[in-house]
Structure formats: structure tokens, C-alpha cells
């Protein structure tokens, strides 16, 4: 029987857009246009903003998650680049599958063909959790197509373990508390998730959404020194993924081009905890490529 992640009724779908639609005019903060790719797993949507030359950036959200956890990001980063933000084929957001993605070769080819539609030869790759396993796999079966990758707190370099999903099951339960409790919770759990209320409530809808996508295996050493393209990493110091320091002595014992940095008190959900400071280390590293490792640079703390 095929994967292929879908909602549980035509209802629940109906009700699901509804909401993406209404959040997305809510929250997204920059004009452009939504558009539905062709591809072999199915239509994809990408939203298409930001400036018309410099080198083209696409953005990858996490799993369970749409294009919407990069509200905070697309004016800064649309700044000096063209964006193509997407919603991942499988994922509850505006894409519809249609074929199984079995595997990381099956999830670079999508995103190859993605590219191709967008007419992008190379492109920064930005990918948080999931989406950066995702932008690993893309690495590794066509770095051609690559200019520089930034990952944000990703999955592929420890197994996902109970504390990573007892943190999840804790976040949802903290999500439908009163808002002093969640707001408390956010601290706790180290989860800024919880303090944003619209993409909760999109959340929430998604509920109804059936995730088949294949887990995100554990790369092997010899897998990461395979990526030679620059790479920025940044993992949340307090991140229930992984051990954030095992996660960057593994990067950079392995990978042959990576920059990595541990950002203190941040959590796995890092995008909505500091996006200025996200924001800030995508673009720096996407102009120079610099993954010098200099110890004597002062490490960024929360202000």
C-alpha cells in the first residue's frame, strides 16, 4: 500500500485551508505568489518573494510544519536574495502527494525537480529539522545544485530518541492550556513554538493530516564527508533532537566544509526563538561561504 500522507476527510482538508489561507494573509509579511510545481510525488507549492536578482535562496520548514515557519525570515532574507519557500510534499501544508517518498534519494529528487521548475541551476539551502535532512540528501546525490547549505537544528545526525518525543507530546499538551500556562511552558520546555498563537491554531487543524514520510535516518560518517558543499550549522543549545554539542563535534570531525555553532538557551525551535539572529547568520554565511572555525569568535547570546 503507498505512503501518502493526506487528511483524514475532505472536511478536515477544507478546514485546514481555510486556515493556512487566513494565517498565511495574517502573517506572511512580503508580497509574492503562490505557485503549484509539478513534480513526480505530486503538486508542490512554492511561494515565490523577495528580490529579483541576487542568488536564489529556498527555504525548508520541519516536519509536521509548512512555509509559514519562515514568516519571521523572508523580509530579511528577501532582502538580498530571490526566495522560493516550500511547502514539503507530505507535510500539511498546501502540496498534495500523490507518490510515496521512500527515502532521502527519493526526497532530493523531488526537491531537484522542484528546482528545475524554478530554473534554478544552484541555490542556497536553507532547511530547519526535517527539511534539513532533506537539504542534506540534496547535498549528497546532487551538490552541483548547490551554492551553500544552511541547517537549522537538523534531524540525520543523532537517532530521534524518547526525550525528543516526549517534548512533543509535553508541546502539545502545553498548546491547549490557557495562554499564562503555554506561555510558561515555552520557558520550560524551551519551545518558542507556544508562543505563537496563529501558527497554533494552524497546528491544530493540522491534526486531521495522516505524515508518511520516511524517518529521517542517522547519516553515517562517511555520508557526511561526502558533502563538501559550505555548510552552515546551528543547533539550540537546549534542542531535545539531539545533544547540541555531540551534534556539532559529529559535523565537524565529519563533514569537510562546515561552520557549526551552538546557540546558548536556544531550543530546537530556533526559528521562532531568535529569527533575527537566524536571519542574520544565513545571510552573512551566504555572501562569503566562510566556515572558518575561529574559537576566539564571541559566541551570540540572547540580549
Known amino acids: 500500500m503507498a505512503r501518502i500522507g493526506e487528511f483524514r476527510s475532505p472536511a478536515a482538508r477544507a478546514r485546514f485551508y481555510t486556515a493556512y489561507d487566513r494565517t498565511f494573509a495574517q502573517l506572511w509579511p512580503i508580497p509574492g505568489e503562490a505557485l503549484d510545481v509539478a513534480t513526480s510525488y505530486g503538486a508542490t507549492r512554492v511561494h515565490r518573494c523577495g528580490r529579483g536578482d541576487g542568488d536564489p535562496m529556498v527555504l525548508l520548514h520541519g516536519a509536521g510544519g509548512s512555509c509559514l515557519a519562515w514568516y519571521r525570515h523572508v523580509a530579511a532574507l528577501g532582502e538580498r536574495h530571490p526566495l ?12 498534495v502527494q500523490e507518490e510515496p517518498l521512500r527515502d532521502g534519494r527519493d526526497g532530493a529528487l523531488w526537491l531537484a525537480q522542484v528546482l528545475d521548475w524554478a530554473g534554478v541551476d544552484r541555490a542556497h539551502l536553507v532547511g530547519f529539522s526535517y527539511g534539513g535532512w532533506l537539504a542534506l540528501q540534496l547535498a549528497r ?26 517534548w512533543l507530546v509535553a508541546s502539545g499538551c502545553a498548546a491547549l492550556a490557557p495562554g499564562p500556562v503555554r506561555r510558561a511552558a515555552a520557558g520550560w520546555l524551551a519551545n518558542g ?3 505563537e498563537s496563529d501558527l497554533l ?19 553515517r560518517d562517511h555520508e557526511l564527508r561526502a558533502v563538501r558543499t559550505p555548510t552552515l550549522m546551528l543547533l539550540g543549545e537546549r534542542s531535545a533532537l539531539h545533544d547540541a554539542d555531540r551534534a556539532r563535534a559529529r559535523a565537524e570531525s565529519a ?8 546557540v546558548p ?7 521562532m526563538e531568535h529569527p533575527e539572529m537566524v536571519s542574520a547568520r544565513i545571510i552573512e554565511f551566504a555572501a562569503t561561504g566562510d566556515v572558518s572555525r575561529d574559537r576566539s569568535r564571541s559566541p551570540w547570546r540572547p540580549g
Do not use: C, K, N, Q
Open 201 to 219: 491554531r494552524l497546528t491544530m487543524a493540522a491534526v486531521a493530516f495522516r505524515r508518511r514520510l520516511p524517518p529521517p535516518e542517522v547519516l
Open 141 to 166: 546525490y546532487a551538490p552541483h545544485r548547490l551554492r551553500t547549505l544552511a541547517l537549522i537544528d537538523p534531524a540525520g545526525f543523532a537517532a530521534v530518541g524518547a526525550r525528543f518525543y516526549l
Open 84 to 95: 522560493f519557500v516550500v511547502d514539503t510534499v507530505g507535510e500539511p501544508g498546501r502540496s
Open 265 to 271: 538557551g536556544a531550543g530546537h525551535a530556533l526559528l
Open 255 to 262: 563533514m569537510p566544509a562546515v561552520r557549526a555553532e551552538v
Open 193 to 195: 513554538t507556544l508562543l
